[in-house]
């Protein structure tokens, strides 16, 4: 689960498809960090249920991926969550496992 601060769960909970914007966001920053590791395997990440409430979102995700990947996966999305293009607009992102 990705847990992101600042961001009411609200429009995502009554509507997922709400997400795909970020979805759409992760997964490309996502694939372009494996692909400089040299994992060419494309992903895309959904978010498949979201839960929170005025200050707070938590979102459940899947993603399409090798199981052999997915604790580079796992390291990458908790990385890329730091960057400034998913951080612009002042969201806090906090990886659980």
Known sequence: MLIVNKCGSERFAKDISNSKAVTKQLSSLVNRQLA???????????????????????????????????DEIKATLNAVCKEKEVNRNNFRYKWNH
């Open 36 to 70: 400089k590791k040299g994992v060419n395997e494309s992903l895309k990440i959904e978010f498949v249920k979201a839960i929170g409430d005025k200050t707070h979102t938590i979102f459940h995700y899947s993603i399409n991926a090798t199981k052999q990947y997915h």
